[in-house]
Nanobody, 126 residues
Framework: QVQLRESGGGLVQAGGSLKLSCAAS????????MTWFRQAPGKEREFVAA????????NYADSVKGRFTISRDNPNQTVYLQMNSLKPEDTAVYYC???????????????????WGQGTQVTVSS
């Protein structure tokens, strides 16, 4: 049974940093594109960052480019999201998602993904 479990969320002041982790229990993890989405209250779930299963190519939403870094550790089946220079508008529930292989650039619609975690709350105070 596939499981994705996010952790690392919390409350941080604007300008601060957090590092999110997504621990996966998934066969052939290295064949999955891994993506972070977020959903703020009253808003649609939106794409944040993705890391491709091949070559480790990465892609970011314009709103986080230069501040967030996605990475993966295939032997430990974990994907990370390092978030720096956080802003109040980054406040949201952050979800990781897995897509078997997929194309590049990755889909930005959450409904296109195969598996989801339960999410972790990130709150940035001003």
């Amino acid at each position: 049974q596939v499981q994705l479990r996010e952790s690392g969320g919390g409350l941080v002041q604007a300008g601060g940093s957090l590092k999110l982790s997504c621990a996966a229990s998934i066969q052939s993890f290295d064949t999955y594109t891994m993506t972070w989405f977020r959903q703020a209250p009253g808003k649609e779930r939106e794409f944040v960052a993705a890391i491709y299963w091949m070559r480790g190519s990465v892609n970011y939403a314009d709103s986080v480019k230069g501040r967030f870094t996605i990475s993966r550790d295939n032997p430990n089946q974990t994907v990370y999201l390092q978030m720096n220079s956080l802003k109040p508008e980054d406040t949201a529930v952050y979800y990781c998602a897995a897509l078997f292989r997929g194309t590049w650039p990755p889909p930005i619609g959450w409904e296109d993904y195969d598996y989801w975690g339960q999410g972790t709350q990130v709150t940035v105070s001003s």
